[in-house]
């Protein structure tokens, strides 16, 4: 594979293409077109010397097993991403794809939804419907791309990115939504996701979860044979994410298909009735896995090994704690301390109780969005100012901040934002261990911050917030746009920095198994979004779910094998007892 991103020709006198054996026995592997640099990859042995020659490491070789090139659905062109099978969807379930960021889940519903025809491999000379049905043949999908290709297949797709709806869809949000609400239902789901809020606003001025919410309910209200759903909880707090699961999973009374890729392990949990796992290398290659239930398929892909298939992807599995770990000596340090503030604007007031944090202690931060958690953090880092109360030390510690909103209009690489911000511990091991490791950031120090995806900056963003010497770590939403291994690998980094450097941090986030994670105590937001909110005093980490989640009126369990938190299915024998009990959290 060849990354021309990082290739450089100019810079490097083309060391690749002087040191490749296979230019020197006649042959050309490595070639430059008009300076451009171009990898003839049938003459490859994969030797691995230009790999070690490269300076900017832009060139990889992955091996593949020969068996998978019979099972190749898809490829862009020379060089780029192989998709290897496909899932088979299955009317009147909800099937879930999990997988890292770039490993083909998009390109999966993209193809299932007409937008890009498979071709098996072959992209110079694309196969015609007939070679792509008999390579289906005798399978589930043979039937489904013979409707598509016939024209008796109606699909609806909401894409991952619903930033761009603005610019295709435009009026109010009501009438847009009234003249596609084909199948009667715009009442019952505009009642549950919340929308009369913004029902005679214009849809260019809603912000991200606002839209996130009026596209799934376009998509809902449609009539179709088939949903797909890329990543439906993007910018939705924990009560809009479940109700968008609700709304989802009521479209299986009609026996539709269902398929539905997201990032949310609870969330995925609660809607799927079955998953494919999707593995392999991040840009290089995909492979999606036989159907599992949806218990069996997130731990199998938490483990990192799939029995059936004999294949493991991941070194070593991940493991929840009942209690996340923290460090005895320093929790008994008192950091922080705030009395009770007040925050007022023209149409909105923000309450907080009193409450302290300690050295070594991560406190997470748990609430529906415009509810005041980014004011609170705001207050606690000094950029804002309270109308009446103050943190007490605020001023004799360092705070470091990483903001819901990132720009990436720095001008520089990820190398140099992350060197200035670190100092001389750039350079440093523990700097490496701590930060660049975890975060997975060494391939991308000499990428400009400004082509990073939304992924890519999300991580830099986190590791320039770690990088800086602080007594207070300040994150908002900082698993934005991050798959779930991403997610679990910030959680870990964030907490290894906090307790190595006897510091403490704030994070504000909405995914449940992120803050069960990294989450010592927590601070619950309550009132009514965008207009009051009340911050209530830090509180355990069990108190603090059982009031949280009593409120959102849904309970969690314990997975037994991976110690997960699983979201009990609604009206089922364990959530009524839960709720009896007042357990909502998990029972011991």
Same mark, same amino acid.
């Given at each position: 594979?060849?990354?021309?991103?990082?290739?450089?020709?100019?810079?490097?006198?083309?060391?690749?293409?002087?040191?490749?054996?296979?230019?020197?026995?006649?042959?050309?592997?490595?070639?430059?077109?008009?300076?451009?640099?171009?990898?003839?990859?049938?003459?490859?042995?994969?030797?691995?010397?230009?790999?070690?020659?490269? $300076?900017?490491?832009?060139?990889?070789?992955?091996?593949?097993?020969?068996?998978?090139?019979?099972?190749?659905?898809?490829?862009?062109?020379?060089?780029?991403?192989?998709?290897?099978?496909?899932?088979?969807?299955?009317?009147?379930?909800?099937?879930?794809?999990?997988?890292?960021?770039?490993?083909?889940?998009?390109?999966?519903?993209?193809?299932?939804?007409?937008?890009?025809?498979?071709?098996?491999?072959?992209?110079?000379?694309?196969?015609?419907?007939?070679?792509?049905?008999?390579?289906?043949?005798?399978?589930?999908?043979?039937?489904?791309?013979?409707?598509?290709?016939?024209?008796?297949?109606?699909?609806?797709?909401?894409?991952?990115?619903?930033?761009?709806?603005?610019?295709?869809?435009?009026?109010?949000?009501?009438?847009?939504?009234?003249?596609?609400?084909?199948?009667?239902?715009?009442?019952?789901?505009?009642?549950?996701?919340?929308?009369?809020?913004?029902?005679?606003?214009?849809?260019?001025?809603?912000?991200?979860?606002?839209?996130?919410?009026? @596209?799934?309910?376009?998509?809902?209200?449609?009539?179709?044979?088939?949903?797909?759903?890329?990543?439906?909880?993007?910018?939705?707090?924990?009560?809009?994410?479940?109700?968008?699961?609700?709304?989802?999973?009521?479209?299986?009374?009609?026996?539709?298909?269902?398929?539905?890729?997201?990032?949310?392990?609870?969330?995925?949990?609660?809607?799927?009735?079955?998953?494919?796992?999707?593995?392999?290398?991040?840009?290089?290659?995909?492979?999606?896995?036989?159907?599992?239930?949806?218990?069996?398929?997130?731990?199998?892909?938490?483990?990192?090994?799939?029995?059936?298939?004999?294949?493991?992807?991941?070194?070593?599995?991940?493991?929840?704690?009942?209690?996340?770990?923290?460090?005895?000596?320093?929790?008994?340090?008192?950091?922080?301390?705030?009395?009770?503030?007040?925050?007022?604007?023209?149409?909105?007031?923000?309450?907080?109780?009193?409450?302290?944090?300690?050295?070594?202690?991560?406190?997470?931060?748990?609430?529906?969005?415009?509810?005041?958690?980014?004011?609170?953090?705001?207050?606690?880092?000094?950029?804002?100012?309270?109308?009446?109360?103050? $943190?007490?030390?605020?001023?004799?510690?360092?705070?470091?901040?990483?903001?819901?909103?990132?720009?990436?209009?720095?001008?520089?690489?990820?190398?140099?934002?992350?060197?200035?911000?670190?100092?001389?511990?750039?350079?440093?091991?523990?700097?490496?261990?701590?930060?660049?490791? $975890?975060?997975?950031?060494?391939?991308?120090?000499?990428?400009?911050?400004?082509?990073?995806?939304?992924?890519?900056?999300?991580?830099?963003?986190?590791?320039?917030?770690?990088?800086?010497?602080?007594?207070?770590?300040?994150?908002?939403?900082?698993?934005?746009?991050?798959?779930?291994?991403?997610?679990?690998?910030?959680?870990?980094?964030?907490?290894?920095?906090?307790?190595?450097?006897?510091?403490?941090?704030?994070? @504000?986030?909405?995914?449940?198994?992120?803050?069960?994670?990294?989450?010592?105590?927590?601070?619950?937001?309550?009132?009514?979004?965008?207009?009051?909110?009340?911050?209530?005093? $830090?509180?355990?980490?069990?108190?603090?779910?059982?009031?949280?989640?009593?409120?959102?009126?849904?309970?969690?369990?314990?997975?037994?094998?991976?110690?997960?938190?699983?979201?009990?299915?609604?009206?089922?024998?364990?959530?009524?007892?839960?709720?009896?009990?007042?357990?909502?959290?998990?029972?011991?």
């Amino acid at each position: 594979m060849l990354d021309r991103d990082r290739c450089k020709p100019e810079k490097c006198d083309r060391i690749c293409y002087r040191f490749c054996p296979q230019v020197r026995s006649g042959n050309e592997a490595i070639r430059f077109k008009d300076s451009e640099p171009e990898i003839v990859e049938i003459l490859c042995t994969g030797c691995g010397i230009c790999v070690k020659k490269c $300076p900017f490491k832009a060139i990889s070789i992955v091996n593949l097993p020969e068996e998978l090139d019979r099972e190749c659905t898809h490829r862009f062109g020379s060089n780029t991403f192989k998709l290897f099978r496909l899932p088979t969807p299955s009317p009147g379930n909800v099937l879930g794809l999990i997988g890292p960021n770039g490993i083909g889940k998009t390109t999966v519903l993209k193809i299932l939804s007409g937008e890009v025809k498979p071709n098996l491999g072959e992209y110079l000379n694309p196969p015609s419907w007939e070679e792509i049905l008999e390579y289906f043949r005798g399978s589930t999908l043979q039937t489904y791309f013979k409707r598509m290709s016939e024209g008796r297949l109606r699909v609806i797709h909401k894409p991952q990115y619903i930033d761009m709806l603005p610019q295709v869809v435009k009026g109010k949000v009501g009438k847009v939504l009234s003249r596609i609400d084909e199948r009667g239902v715009l009442d019952e789901v505009s009642e549950r996701l919340d929308l009369k809020a913004v029902w005679n606003r214009d849809v260019k001025v809603l912000s991200g979860g606002e839209l996130q919410r009026v @596209a799934l309910a376009a998509a809902i209200c449609r009539e179709a044979d088939v949903y797909l759903f890329d990543e439906p909880s993007s910018y939705l707090d924990v009560r809009q994410r479940l109700e968008a699961a609700r709304a989802i999973r009521t479209l299986r009374r009609g026996n539709k298909t269902i398929i539905v890729a997201e990032h949310d392990l609870a969330v995925l949990d609660y809607l799927s009735d079955y998953v494919c796992i999707l593995y392999g290398v991040p840009g290089v290659y995909g492979i999606v896995s036989h159907v599992h239930g949806v218990r069996t398929g997130i731990n199998i892909y938490l483990e990192g090994y799939i029995r059936d298939e004999n294949m493991r992807f991941r070194k070593e599995p991940i493991r929840f704690h009942v209690k996340p770990p923290t460090l005895a000596v320093s929790s008994s340090n008192i950091l922080l301390k705030w009395n009770c503030m007040n925050k007022s604007y023209e149409s909105f007031r923000l309450d907080a109780e009193a409450g302290e944090i300690r050295k070594g202690e991560v406190i997470g931060i748990l609430g529906p969005n415009g509810i005041g958690k980014t004011t609170f953090i705001k207050m606690i880092a000094g950029i804002e100012k309270p109308n009446s109360g103050f $943190p007490s030390s605020l001023n004799i510690l360092s705070v470091s901040y990483k903001p819901q909103y990132i720009s990436s209009d720095y001008d520089g690489t990820v190398e140099d934002l992350l060197r200035s911000v670190a100092k001389d511990d750039f350079s440093s091991s523990l700097y490496k261990t701590q930060i660049l490791t $975890p975060l997975n950031l060494s391939l991308l120090l000499d990428r400009s911050v400004k082509k990073l995806s939304g992924g890519e900056l999300q991580r830099v963003a986190v590791a320039a917030c770690l990088s800086r010497k602080a007594d207070i770590y300040l994150l908002d939403e900082p698993s934005a746009y991050l798959d779930v291994e991403e997610r679990l690998a910030m959680a870990k980094a964030v907490r290894r920095v906090v307790e190595d450097r006897n510091a403490a941090a704030f994070v @504000a986030e909405h995914d449940i198994v992120v803050q069960d994670f990294i989450a010592d105590r927590l601070m619950i937001f309550t009132g009514n979004p965008g207009e009051e909110g009340f911050a209530k005093s $830090p509180t355990s980490l069990r108190e603090g779910m059982n009031m949280f989640l009593k409120e959102m009126g849904v309970t969690f369990r314990r997975d037994p094998q991976t110690r997960r938190p699983r979201v009990n299915k609604e009206g089922s024998q364990l959530d009524e007892y839960q709720k009896r009990i007042g357990e909502y959290y998990y029972v011991k």
